[in-house]
């Protein structure tokens, strides 16, 4: 049985959030305020400036049911100046130097001569993408190759300038000594649409600072499940909250010039329209299946607000449309007409550029990544085409000439980028180096507002006997993995797009949780053991747990079939509180995470429980909340903005869904004096993957996927960023990109294994099924083990796994850093992994992919008879999960 957590003002709230949101699913039409949603007549809606608080989008109590798209009434009009300025422009082009304006190639695949020749209109930088591949470039270098593409656009005949956009979503993450803000999830549960304003205009800052134009920024999805691996980029389930903040974001990061965008902003990206928050199991790039009432209604909201405070981009998603059972068939919204330009453009009104995401024309039936007139078609008016864009170009000149893509679509599309350029200042200012703020390394600082944000975020769920505030000189013992890594605590789509490969030495500028403690009760007052061995928490006045999720950004952080059970996905986390619970000192577990997840067992061996979410790099800001010092004031104030669940596979979990009964719920956060007295909670697990029904019988002979060559239906294959799609590995055994390369090897008798080789950057070696999954339970009920003799020739220099998929991004993986390492160089090894270390996250149902090994760093190793053999997790050299962790 669980005992309902107590609460007082914190429940009255969260019971106002659910009634408001219950109007909304049974399409009562709430009170439109002052600047709400209005129609004449029963007429199309329409919406425009926001009603507000102290100066801010107010986040209203409930909104109204739409009955239609509303027209969306943007602060941003058009200029008959502007216009006929574009028009000139316009007429004097050529096919080719418009089709270039309608290309968006990555920094690394075009130079600025290419710029030049080809008449680029814009550049991206990727996640994980900095000038000369320099992960620590300066100001001044990302300036240099900003003013070097400026020049070169400059120079051309049409003068037309370029633009860089550039993944700046919790701060500008790319950029090394940048002061990064809590993910959208925190911000969600700060309540405070006018802080969301203010990290807005300073992220456009740190963005002047290196010279980019265009932030793809802010996300706007409106989650639905939180098994959804990009959860944490939403600010919350609830639609409310995301229409005020959408209008807030947009206001911060462009300025809020009503003329256009002033000096001191970028150019704002309302993503990923529409519908990426709502797919099925929280797959990403999956099937959202909404009936177009719920997309109204709900994925729709925060692009009202957003639209009406002037966005000027918004970026199609990767998600597709489709419900069979209600008609609606637009699959890839990179190819909906019907979303993009009938709905969108016509009839909300957007007069701005639609962007498409990262090679996603090359997802719409029918397309590659650089061939795709559908998607131009549809509406797509700028085409991010990272390195294939030289054929797009080609590809798309000729298909106007031939009439799949009419002259008055490239025009529209044309029309629409010179619009932006000129609202946004760019045909009139100087080169970036000597705008507003470039190279100013005080710029990218914004530690204060950033410490505040954190604050706002943290959300108190437990404080028995009011264990907290601690007293200004406690004397503290702090344990778990996240207490001092930057890497944790920023989390995805920071420096890196996974957010991975990062050390405290990559934050110059950041304080670990850990350093924000030691300041808060002096550093002799803080004893620091990770794994909490050899201390004695009775010596201590409170034991702090920082612990939770490690990082991941889209199709990684997918849990896909995976339950939601915090113990399983981190065993160790929960390892460490066992060391420290009922040892004479009250437990208070800080939890790092990017998404509500089921942790009673946690909460059980807790005292205290505050969900951090993902704060950045001001760590000082939660140690802030944790002791009552002068930054004190008072204390917790975040509520949350998304459900707690309750069971591992409670989710979707959604106020006015069937059976909505979190354990928290939407609206829910302790205030200092509520002891928030929580009972012990059920702890049951959920021993198969959510949704499965068991079964598949026993396994009794070995699945074997490659001996001295592929087995049929398996092939091999080698991934990394060159080609992340996967490169077969021919018939001779042999295949390469720049991250790694494989060569037949001798493991057990003449070429009878795979050698692969990791030259220093991410990539795989894996062995797959390319027509699909298969249902594999038949092994894990016969305690199979994946078994392969390997032959280590370099140790690992990085984090190493081995993996399997059930049809990425559905997977699971143990980590094989020290298995590797530990093995004798040179020699011929047997390993036994047991396939039951992959349970419950993979879906054996569905097993697509039975053996991959993926690493960050240098590592040669060859691998051969690579199987999963019933029964073999029972032989004494079978490892054990517990050395895989």
């Given at each position: 049985m669980t005992t309902p957590p107590v609460r007082s003002g914190p429940r009255r709230a969260a019971l106002a959030v659910m009634a408001g949101l219950a109007i909304l699913a049974t399409g009562t039409t709430g009170i439109p305020s002052a600047g709400a949603d209005t129609a004449k007549g029963g007429g199309q809606p329409v919406i425009g400036k926001p009603a507000t608080d102290h100066g801010c989008a107010r986040i209203e109590k409930t909104l109204p049911t739409l009955a239609d798209w509303p027209k969306v009434k943007s602060e941003i009009k058009q200029n008959p100046a502007d216009e006929k300025r574009v028009a000139k422009i316009l007429s004097g082009m050529t096919l080719a130097e418009k089709i270039g304006q309608m290309t968006q190639p990555e920094i690394s695949a075009v130079t600025p001569a290419e710029v030049a020749q080809y008449g680029i209109g814009s550049v991206l930088n990727g996640g994980g993408s900095w000038p000369g591949g320099d992960k620590h470039a300066t100001p001044k270098a990302w300036l240099d190759l900003a003013d070097a593409y400026w020049q070169a656009s400059v120079g051309t005949r049409t003068k037309i300038p370029v633009i860089w956009g550039i993944d700046a979503v919790h701060g500008n993450n790319n950029v090394y000594g940048a002061t990064l803000f809590p993910h959208n999830i925190g911000l969600g549960a700060a309540h405070d649409p006018c802080l969301v304003r203010d990290i807005g205009a300073a992220t456009a800052t740190q963005i002047h600072a290196t010279g980019q134009d265009w932030a793809f920024a802010p996300t706007l999805a409106v989650v639905r499940d939180d098994r959804w691996g990009r959860t944490y980029e939403g600010f919350s389930e609830d639609p409310r909250i995301t229409r005020a903040y959408?209008?807030?974001?947009?206001?911060?990061?462009?300025?809020?010039?009503?003329?256009?965008?002033?000096?001191?902003?970028?150019?704002?990206?309302?993503?990923?329209?529409?519908?990426?928050?709502?797919?099925?199991?929280?797959?990403?790039?999956?099937?959202?299946?909404?009936?177009?009432?719920?997309?109204?209604?709900?994925?729709?909201?925060?692009?009202?607000?957003?639209?009406?405070?002037?966005?000027?981009?918004?970026?199609?998603?990767?998600?597709?449309?489709?419900?069979?059972?209600?008609?609606?068939?637009?699959?890839?919204?990179?190819?909906?007409?019907?979303?993009?330009?009938?709905?969108?453009?016509?009839?909300?009104?957007?007069?701005?550029?639609?962007?498409?995401?990262?090679?996603?024309?090359?997802?719409?039936?029918?397309?590659?990544?650089?061939?795709?007139?559908?998607?131009?078609?549809?509406?797509?008016?700028?085409?991010?085409?990272?390195?294939?864009?030289?054929?797009?170009?080609?590809?798309?000149?000729?298909?106007?000439?031939?009439?799949?893509?009419?002259?008055?679509?490239?025009?529209?599309?044309?029309?629409?980028?010179?619009?932006?350029?000129?609202?946004?200042?760019?045909?009139?200012?100087?080169?970036?180096?000597?705008?507003?703020?470039?190279?100013?390394?005080?710029?990218?600082?914004?530690?204060?507002?950033?410490?505040?944000?954190?604050?706002?975020?943290?959300?108190?769920?437990?404080?028995?006997?009011?264990?907290?505030?601690?007293?200004?000189?406690?004397?503290?013992?702090?344990?778990?993995?996240?207490?001092?890594?930057?890497?944790?605590?920023?989390?995805?789509?920071?420096?890196?797009?996974?957010?991975?490969?990062?050390?405290?030495?990559?934050?110059?500028?950041?304080?670990?949780?850990?350093?924000?403690?030691?300041?808060?009760?002096?550093?002799?007052?803080?004893?620091?053991?990770?794994?909490?061995?050899?201390?004695?928490?009775?010596?201590?006045?409170?034991?702090?747990?920082?612990?939770?999720?490690?990082?991941?950004?889209?199709?990684?952080?997918?849990?896909?079939?995976?339950?939601?059970?915090?113990?399983?996905?981190?065993?160790?986390?929960?390892?460490?509180?066992?060391?420290?619970?009922?040892?004479?000192?009250?437990?208070?577990?800080?939890?790092?995470?990017?998404?509500?997840?089921?942790?009673?067992?946690?909460?059980?061996?807790?005292?205290?429980?505050?969900?951090?979410?993902?704060?950045?790099?001001?760590?000082?800001?939660?140690?802030?909340?944790?002791?009552?010092?002068?930054?004190?004031?008072?204390?917790?104030?975040?509520?949350?903005?998304?459900?707690?669940?309750?069971?591992a596979c409670q989710t979707p979990l959604n106020p006015g869904g069937e059976g909505y009964d979190p354990l928290f719920p939407l609206g829910y956060g302790l205030r200092y004096g509520q002891t928030g007295s929580v009972g012990t909670l059920d702890e049951t697990s959920q021993d198969t993957a959510c949704g499965s029904t068991g079964g598949g019988g026993t396994a009794t002979e070995d699945l074997e996927l490659f001996n001295r060559t592929d087995v049929a239906p398996y092939k091999s294959f080698i991934g990394s960023p060159e080609n992340w799609g996967g490169t077969e590995i021919g018939v001779d055994g042999t295949a390469a990109h720049a991250e790694i390369s494989v060569v037949p090897s001798d493991v057990n008798v003449q070429a009878d294994g795979l050698k692969a080789t990791w030259n220093g950057g991410p990539a795989q070696i894996y062995m797959q099924d390319p027509a699909g999954g298969s249902d594999l339970r038949g092994y894990l009920n016969a305690d199979a083990a994946l078994v392969f003799d390997t032959i280590v020739h370099q140790p690992p220099a990085a984090r190493t796994v081995i993996s399997a998929h059930c049809v990425y991004p559905c997977f699971a993986e143990v980590v094989a850093t020290s298995l590797f390492q530990n093995l004798p160089a040179g020699s011929k090894a047997t390993v036994k992994i047991p396939v039951s270390c992959f349970a419950p996250n993979l879906d054996f149902e569905n097993v697509n992919t039975p053996f991959l090994v993926y690493t960050e760093g240098a590592f040669s190793a060859s691998f051969a008879n690579v199987r999963w053999a019933p029964n073999a997790a029972k032989d004494p050299d079978a490892l054990k999960c517990s050395d895989l962790t």
């Open positions: 959408g209008y807030e974001a947009v206001r911060g990061l462009q300025g809020g010039n009503s003329g256009g965008i002033g000096d001191k902003g970028v150019i704002a990206t309302a993503k990923h329209y529409i519908g990426d928050g709502g797919t099925l199991k929280g797959t990403d790039q999956g099937v959202n299946p909404s009936s177009e009432a719920e997309m109204i209604n709900i994925h729709g909201q925060g692009y009202y607000g957003a639209l009406a405070a002037g966005a000027q981009t918004v970026m199609a998603s990767f998600n597709s449309w489709t419900n069979a059972d209600l008609g609606i068939n637009e699959g890839k919204m990179h190819g909906s007409k019907r979303a993009l330009t009938d709905i969108l453009k016509q009839k909300m009104g957007f007069d701005g550029v639609v962007v498409s995401d990262w090679n996603g024309i090359g997802q719409v039936a029918g397309c590659t990544n650089s061939s795709c007139a559908r998607a131009i078609n549809a509406g797509i008016d700028v085409v991010m085409v990272p390195n294939d864009w030289k054929a797009f170009i080609a590809n798309t000149i000729a298909q106007v000439q031939a009439g799949e893509i009419p002259m008055a679509r490239v025009d529209d599309a044309v029309t629409r980028i010179l619009r932006v350029k000129l609202r946004a200042g760019v045909f009139d200012a100087r080169k970036p180096s000597a705008r507003h703020k470039a190279g100013s390394a005080g710029a990218l600082q914004a530690r204060e507002l950033a410490r505040k944000a954190v604050r706002e975020s943290q959300v108190l769920l437990k404080n028995n006997g009011r264990v907290l505030p601690l007293a200004p000189r406690s004397k503290v013992l702090v344990v778990g993995k996240s207490a001092d890594s930057m890497q944790n605590q920023t989390g995805g789509w920071t420096l890196t797009w996974q957010g991975t490969g990062n050390t405290n030495a990559d934050f110059p500028n950041g304080t670990t949780i850990l350093g924000g403690l030691r300041e808060a009760l002096g550093a002799s007052n803080v004893t620091f053991s990770e794994t909490a061995d050899g201390v004695d928490p009775a010596a201590y006045d409170a034991v702090i747990a920082v612990i939770g999720e490690t990082p991941y950004a889209e199709g990684v952080g997918d849990l896909g079939r995976r339950t939601l059970e915090a113990a399983k996905l981190y065993p160790a986390d929960l390892a460490v509180l066992d060391k420290v619970r009922g040892k004479g000192a009250p437990v208070v577990t800080v939890y790092v995470t990017g998404r509500p997840l089921y942790v009673n067992k946690e909460l059980n061996r807790s005292d205290a429980f505050v969900v951090a979410w993902l704060p950045g790099t001001e760590g000082g800001g939660v140690a802030d909340q944790l002791v009552r010092t002068s930054r004190w004031s008072e204390g917790y104030t975040g509520k949350l903005s998304y459900s707690w669940p309750k069971s």
